[in-house]
């Protein structure tokens, strides 16, 4: 449950370069760890971003929940045998992502986690279990962004 919900609608809701800049430094500081050998950054292209904006207006969607999640050799596997989308690199085992989940109001609770299950379409469910299959849900989150390290750009000021 959210206890202080913001009210405000997302705009300008950018904050200055140099306060990214020490986020993104306590970030790194808080994985303990060598740079490169964590995840630094992700990127996505354009097309998915859009794809992603027209997800949360077709489904009347109140906005976008971001998921932080990790790799393993094991997930790798099973996202690889899916049989769509982008294949994920075996490097990429251990390192950090990101999951982008539309939320809507459900039940006049508002951010709420939507997810369609595939055979009772329109009903939401906390994460239905489902047996992978070789289409996705239409609400299933997004992910398969390019990391860093593997696709940086070492001369960003946050970098």
Known sequence: MIKT????DGKDNTIPVDIAKKMTA???ESQ??????????????AQQIKQLAEKVAK????G?????????D????????????????????NMNTTLFVVTKVIDNKPRTDYFVDKVSQGHH?????????SSPSPTDPDDRGNLCP???DDDSELM
């Open 32 to 45: 303990k760890a060598d740079k490169g050998t964590f995840t630094e950054a992700t990127w996505f292209p």
């Open 125 to 133: 469910d906390k994460i239905a279990m489902k047996k992978l299959s």
């Open 59 to 62: 489904f009347d969607g109140d």
């Open 74 to 93: 094991e997930i790798i596997d099973a996202i690889n045998k899916l049989g769509y989308g982008d294949q994920i690199p075996h490097t990429y085992a």
């Open 26 to 28: 306590a970030f790194r």
């Open 5 to 8: 919900p913001r009210g405000k």
């Open 64 to 72: 976008v929940r971001i998921y932080f999640g990790r790799y393993t």
């Open 150 to 152: 593997t696709d940086c």
